[in-house]
């Protein structure tokens, strides 16, 4: 999740800036034929969507 801000700063050109939160949803290793996600072990790649999401969403109310 990130905010964009664009400046125009000539005509024709803008710098751009970027802030914002990364997540890590799963990964995959080069012997493995998926991501980490669609392992039966693993959390799948919704529900761990849902739980960043939610976590998100918790501390902006928060603070």
């Known amino acids: 999740m990130s905010d964009q ?4 700063t000539a005509l024709n050109h803008y710098d ?3 802030n914002g939160l990364k997540f890590k949803i799963g990964h995959k ?8 996600y669609k392992y ?3 959390v799948p790649y919704k529900e761990k ?4 999401l939610e976590e ?3 501390r902006l109310k928060s603070s």
């Open 16 to 18: 751009t800036q970027m």
């Open 49 to 52: 969507i849902i739980q960043i």
């Open 56 to 58: 998100v969403l918790n």
């Open 29 to 36: 290793r080069p012997k493995w034929k998926s991501f980490s």
């Open 5 to 8: 801000i664009a400046t125009k």
């Open 40 to 42: 039966p072990e693993r």
